[in-house]
T-cell receptor
């Protein structure tokens, strides 16, 4: 099975908060990442969190890390139509290898 | 713009063709990567180069042949591909392979093998 798991789809109303969840399996992961992929584009790094942190906030983005449960979440406050994209969770294994989830497609409806 | 460019953006090729994908990074990085992204599957790491030396070949079939002539350029040479090789091929770069170095991705080449 996959090392990193995410739900495939999320639909959210414009202005509401979006929460994207991710579970990972390697407890030795040092960094965990959230990437955003818009249609026809590559992956854009949104934010990352070091494994000794519980929370990181960056403007509308809040990352929560529960190391005990190996659970990572990304909350997007005041979701806008421009937030519609595929969001990938990734864990860093060793020096440089990243293990990605399959991505969560977020659709923002008016 | 992430500072990583890829050409072509779209490519259609037959199974007997030979083509090459090009990646160029303008970030002064030393490490470069090729990933394969198939629909609704996690990204698959294919190759890693650090200071022009290949450090990772993730059991990729020999019909994919990477080339890294310098730290700024990375190629993926394709020959006798199969339809299941159709995917988005993403290039990425990072400062090096250590620490918290973030990987920056290009826009990808959408490949269709007929």
């Amino acid at each position: 099975g996959e090392d990193v798991e995410q739900s495939l789809f999320l639909s959210v109303r414009e202005g509401d908060s979006s929460v994207i969840n991710c579970t990972y399996t390697d407890s030795s992961s040092t960094y965990l990442y959230w990437y955003k992929q818009e249609p026809g584009a590559g992956l854009q790094l949104l934010t990352y969190i070091f494994s000794n942190m519980d929370m990181k906030q960056d403007q509308r983005l809040t990352v929560l890390l529960n190391k005990k449960d190996k659970h990572l979440s990304l909350r997007i406050a005041d979701t806008q139509t421009g937030d519609s994209a595929i969001y990938f969770c990734a864990e860093r294994l060793g020096d440089y290898k990243l293990s990605f989830g399959a991505g969560t497609t977020v659709t923002v409806r008016a | 713009e992430t500072g990583v460019t890829q050409t072509p953006r779209h490519l259609v090729m037959g199974m007997t063709n030979k083509k090459s994908l090009k990646c160029e990074q303008h970030l002064g990085h030393n490490a470069m990567y090729w990933y394969k992204q198939s629909a609704k599957k996690p990204l698959e790491l294919m190759f890693v180069y650090n200071f022009k030396e290949q450090t990772e070949n993730n059991s990729v079939p020999s019909r994919f042949s990477p080339e890294c002539p310098n730290s700024s350029h990375l190629f993926l040479h394709l020959h006798t591909l199969q339809p299941e090789d159709s995917a988005l091929y993403l290039c990425a770069s990072s400062q090096d392979l250590q620490g918290q170095e973030t990987q920056y991705f290009g826009p990808g080449t959408r490949l269709l093998v007929l």
